[in-house]
């Protein structure tokens, strides 16, 4: 059982405040990413776990143990490192070796723990090798393994995979996500790259200067982002955000480039909003040429294209609009002849749109 | 992709200026190590560049008296070996007086007034005959070019080894360098850690002491420290000129350059296989024996190096500290010794020069490598 909880946690450094009150239960055997742009105070959170940094306030559990004041060995929890940290005058062998020999735990079980580790992780033909001689994917492989080899019931991950290039990181991912369910033990992995987070999280929690803005599942994030900043930070490109007006009579919302009927799900909680603003965020996926949707509900606008990026299976242009000082972003086919400069028409999938009240840019609620 | 030699001006005289520099620094030694090898007559006589051409001295013997005369076949004849037996030593050309040693060849007959001849062979040997017997009291002085063999020998290291003293300081001076080396190494590495790694209140105040220690000049703590010493050695019943008292005092005058270069150093290690090493369970000293030292050795080196040349090269502490006895003189203390009682004795300078610097040589040329990588500690990222 090791499953983390976060009781009003603050972690202080002076008069300034890193933490402010987290509260975050991270299950046992779940695998908890933790995102967030950087100085957020992620790697604060697993640096808290780990026993790396003090708490100033508030307790953490783990498993039903109050850990505030346990030395890291006595946490029984494993971290890999961005920077790998390995020891580079030792050996593969010696590297994972390393913690089981502070333990004083007999030779032939060492050696035995190691190899399985090893054998794991394909690092058997590597055990003599320096870090040095390791390619980088290798060393994160050594990384891991010395994490593993103890069979600690808590995984942390500091940003493990951001020193890979793009390919090796693809395959890291999935590995360590398949490594994480057979072990059954508890993950916590930060991360800034919200492709990470989405892709290897069960369920995934987003910091921002020190605040916990939403946890949920990935897609609970994606369809209902609680906020401005989580409705932004996930999903790529950003989601659109729009202020627009909302009629009197509370059916329509207005805006100089266009007008989106209000849908249905929404119209209880925007009736408080009558004759007032409301930010509107509409995903760039939503956003599409009239004739490459088959949307049943939609609202036209059009737009100048100023910029457009070509992925190959789509392109993404960024098109000014009239009333706006932000760029209207939409995914498009990739036969699709745009030029920059022209003029096109696009419809909104309005049913697909998200309402943030403007003042405290959290989410009205829909039904 | 094929590099373009270029042979530009800069380029040769940045290779010039390197040859300069390797120069004027290698030259004096090879020159002394040429020197104290040299026969002591001819290197009062040339200097160390001309070690390996045979060189020319004029030189002046005095035949014997009528009583070495020997009868033989027709008169009388007198004998006589200039040069030494297997000196290996020629005659260029000789002379009856001195303006003119170049007038005879060897082997050349010189008639004299009163009848006899006499004449030197290229082997150096005098041959001076009459038909009637000499009567001389006082031999004629006979002058020659003397052509001298390049000779090298390991006489003037056996001298100055056995019966200069300078074995005995070697020993000595060993005896000081060795644990004055070591003991502030260890004593450096231990606070360096702690200044680097361990959190405690001070910690930044302490090391801003050992910064201020840098500067204090060692005259001028010298005899203080002595004093205390003494106070200190009088009370637990140490004599006060003791090997003891020079390695405590190397090890403090050398500890907060020890400290600060290690401190440096260890500081720069990354963070995180610290964080990792107390993740796997480690202590403070696990941590410190296991990871900090071994991946310090190029730091530990480099001051090694630095203390031991300058413990070596110390007069003034040894002075001070050991005193001037036989059995603890240091060599440098040694060597000024023999400059004042055997200054004109070359041979036996330079040979004892060559003594003293040939274990700094040695050790800096086997160690180089750590002593740039370690005076570059910090700034470099070592694999």
Redesign the interface.
Known sequence: MASISFEKVVKSYGDVNIIRGLDLDIRDKEFMVLVGPSGCGKSTTLRMI???EEITNGHLKIGDRVVNSVH??DRD???V???Y?????MSVFENIA??LR??KLPKDEIHKMVHDAAETLGLTELLDRKP?ALSGGQRQRVALG?AIV?KPSVFLFDEPLSNLDAELRVQMRAEIGKLQKRLAVTAVYVTHDQVEAMTMGDRIAVLHDGELRQVGTPLELYDAPQNVFVAQFIGTPNMNMLRMTLDEDGKTLRHPSVSIPVPPQWIASANAYKGKSLLVGIRPEHVRAVDENEWHNTAALSGTVEIIETLGHEIIVHMAIEGSDTQLISKMDAHNTHTVGSVVSVEVHTTRIHLFDPETQQRLTSE | MKKKSTFSFSLILKHLTVLFLVLIWTLPTLGLLVSSVRDKDQLTASGWWTALVTTERNEVYRTPIADEQVAVEGGWRIYMPLFEAGSDRSIGSWGLRADEIGLNLPGDKVSLDDGSAISVLESGELDWFSETPFTHTRGIRVFVDARIPPRFTFDNYREVLASEGVGQAFINTLTVTLPATFIPILIAAFAAYALAWMDFAGRHWLLAGVVGLLVVPLQMSLIPVLQLYNQVGAILGVPSKSYVGVWLAHTGFGLPLAIYLLRNYMAGL?R??M????????SHF?IFL??VL??SIPALASFAIFQFLWVWNDLLVAMVYLGQGVEKIVLTAQLRELLGSRGANWEILTSGAFITIVVPLVVFLSMQRYFVRGLLAGSVK??
């Open positions: 780990a026993g790396l890291p060995k929890v494993a971290m490192f961005q920077s940290a390995l020891y580079p005058h390393f913690g502070l333990r040095k010395r103890r | 990354p995180e296989i964080e990792s090493a107390r993740m796997d369970g480690a696990d296991k990871i071994p991946l070592g694999g």
